[in-house]
């Protein structure tokens, strides 16, 4: 990278376009700015700073406007801040431009827009390509990284005072420590996250399902095992069950017969019953009319006899001669006339008690009379001899039937000793029906085994989905553990790298820093930095280093060596290309090799403070440590410093301040 | 563990630590990036990176 020009516009004091071209000549390599205190100068290196990577050290950020023009800003009115550098970088040139737009709000202030950059370069047939806006920042940093940038822009005030603080931040930049300890840091965080993710318990309890697993299989065998053996049991009590089924069907009418003899045995006994009751109805029946029956005709001869027609014969019926003794005795007739007094009503009364029993036949006669009479009117109604007759038909009927049924009986008997001994038959039906039961039950059993199997299969079925996915788990804590040992060995990786860099890079410093320590002061001390980075002058008695006072000068001189030793280091770790000291599996070293692409080094007062002899060596070794030299002096230093590098002064600038005004300076070349 | 990083895959390797390195060092030089999402950058390397490793 070799910077050919940088024009600036409205930044910081530079109000009007000012444009400087630097040096570029490799004999003439040192372009050199003058400027008085407050002129300038250091917002030149902000200006670089600012365009490259949109930052700069004022401590008032927002002031990057330049006053005159922010004064002179009317409400709504706006102002470009505008920087643009052009430098070549692996023989392309690029032109970078940082613009700013800042506007004038109607209440006063001043308000700045989003920076907007431009980066493009020439082709080899010279069209102008643009990078797109998204690479600018990562082309840049491919030119000159950000990292190292401060010791390309360099504050010549920190020579001054080389802090440790300086050491360790220079080291840490240089070396890429930021990058690796970031790294370090994020991997632990990355190794603490996978192994949080690891779930152990998964592979347990898939070993646990698995034994379920062969526990629920093994027990489905046996059931289908046990399932067989019911199938063939069952078979077997099938064919036994036919077999006595054809048995029993042979001694069915057997029992037909039996169930005949049975039926005619219940008749007979029904028979005999019906036979009591009828015998018992014929003497009951008998019983009842057979007075009747057998008085009738002597009725009927004795009615002819006493049909003896006289109304004298008849007293007064169911009258009994004591009644009318009574109703004489108490004198009053039962009409109510008084009988003492009435000789011819007694006398009437004592006639009818004379027709009376138990003094007169014919009363008797004529109740006999009736008696019979009605007897033989109700004689008519009793059909005995009908009833008789009836009764006895059905106790011929009933025995006939009895004698007929025990004939049946008889012949049933007969056949049925003709055909077998009934035990037999009790035998083989207890047998049948024990084959029966032994079916039933078998189908049971294998309902149940049925059953069984099924829950089994269910059983085994979501085991299988349960190690699926547990196996699924169990892949990916395979793919973890894996990713772990890679996190783990990129941890290791980083953390060797670090030590190793941090070494090496140390070592490359401190040689640097005592080279050019070497050029510039020629005794017997040399520069050491111990552990913790504090760099110290030596020199040799006898055979042991022992630290040695410094006199400022000295240590003027042994900060810039420090310094140039940074740059140097600096340019080569930029001149690196591709990613450094990474131990790559393939053959690629060639793109770590250096290139040989040149670097400036832009110094910002590096004089001060510095007496003659010194400016004079500084000036002498920075045309070494840089191919392009951009020194910006006081005049007063230069004076001495001219007369080590004057020769290769390729540019000469000088800063002005229009009109005295601390706002306002332009740069001209002399 | 000490097991499967005897197989670890160089060239697998070699890629994650390019990548993890490019990753830091983007964010460091632009800083966009917050950390927590460089954790899950270098994670989401080294998961693509092994899985790209397993497909070999």
Redesign the interface.
Known sequence: MIIKSISIQNFRQYKDFCDVKFATDRDKNVTVILGLNTSGKTTIVQAFKWCLYGETSFSKKEMLLNSEVAEDLIPYATATIKVEIKLIHENREYTICRSQVCRRTPDGRIVYDRPNVDLSYKSENGNTNYIMPSEVRNVINNILPHDLSDYFFFDGERLQEITKKDVVSAVRSLMGLDIISAAVEHLEKVIEQLQASLSLDDDELSAKKKNELNKAIGERDAAKLRLENTKKELIAAQKLYDELSAKLKDTESVREAQRERENILKIIDGAKLSLETAKSNLIKDFNRDYFRYLAKPLMEKALETIKISTTSMAGIPKMHSESIEHILKRGRCICGCDLTKNQGAVDNIRFEQSLLPPHHIGTDLANFNNTCKVMLQENARYLLNETINSDYCEIRRLERQIADQEENLKEISKKIRELGEVKEITALEDDYQRAKNQIADLTRRQGAIEQEIKTLDSQIENLKATIDNLATQCEKNDLIRRELAYAQAAYDWFKQTYNKQEKEVKVELLNSVNRIFKEMYHGTRSVTMDDKYSINLTTTVGSSQIETEESKGLEAVKNFSFIAGLVEVARNKARKRGLTNLDAPESDNEENLYSSEPYPIVMDAPFSNVDEVHIQKIATILPNIAEQVILIVMEKDWVYAKQAIGEKVGANYIIQKVENSDTHSVIRRI | ?TE??TE?N?????K???K???A???????KILA?PD??KK??KI??D???EGDRL
């Open positions: 563990m499967s990083k670890l160089s060239h697998v390797l070699y994650i630590k390019y993890i390195y490019n830091e060092r983007e964010n460091h030089n632009t950390k460089m954790v270098i994670k080294i998961d990176q092994v899985r």
